[in-house]
């Protein structure tokens, strides 16, 4: 072995490790997404990248992103969507005038504008699969197992769970970092918007 080729070795061989190990990482722990419109505003906006974490436990107020086809009807083919988990497995949700209970307990909602709960509108889970006619109907009023409801941040235009029903696990594609001045940008636009809405 010359000692030319040992040299170009002893590069080559370190770029094929990082981009195997790069490689492994984007498969099974970490992607970088980027937001497509305005559904989640104010939390995150347009256009915005975002790292997200593959295999993590999901909990309720987690931002995912996840495969909307074929959840959503609307949809032909593959299309990322960025939505809050608000129902997990068995929960029971629902809505009423601007506030949301979850297994009966009404949630924080504190990066919501007054306007957006509001248009978040008044429902059960039942009510939204016989009104929207989901494809995977629910008799009751519970999550299903393996499954999730999610909503946009931005109420008023967000096409989300309340009109194609539940997410299901396996279209996941990980829990999107939403960074703390994120939430200072969000909590900013509320205080700005106290103003234009009709209560704090």
Sequence with gaps: ???TFKSV?????????????SMVVRKYFYQTIRVDGPSMSPTLKSSQHLPSLKNQKIKRGNVI???????DPKLTA????IKRV?????????????KIYVNKHQINQNYLT????????NWN???LA???SWRTTTNSYTVPKNKYFVLGDNRSISNDSRYWGFVSNDKIIGIVYVPFWGTKTQQKTVNDQKNIFFEG
């Design 86 to 98: 608000i129902g997990l497995p068995g929960d029971t949700v629902s809505s009423n005038n601007g």
């Design 78 to 81: 593959k299309k990322l969507y």
């Design 9 to 21: 070795l002893s590069w080559i061989i370190p770029i094929l490790i990082g981009f195997c190990v």
């Design 114 to 121: 007054s306007y957006q709960k509001i248009a978040t509108g």
């Design 130 to 132: 016989e009104e929207n």
């Design 65 to 71: 992103v996840f495969n909307a086809y074929p959840e």
């Design 125 to 127: 889970l039942k009510i």
């Design 1 to 3: 072995m010359t000692r």
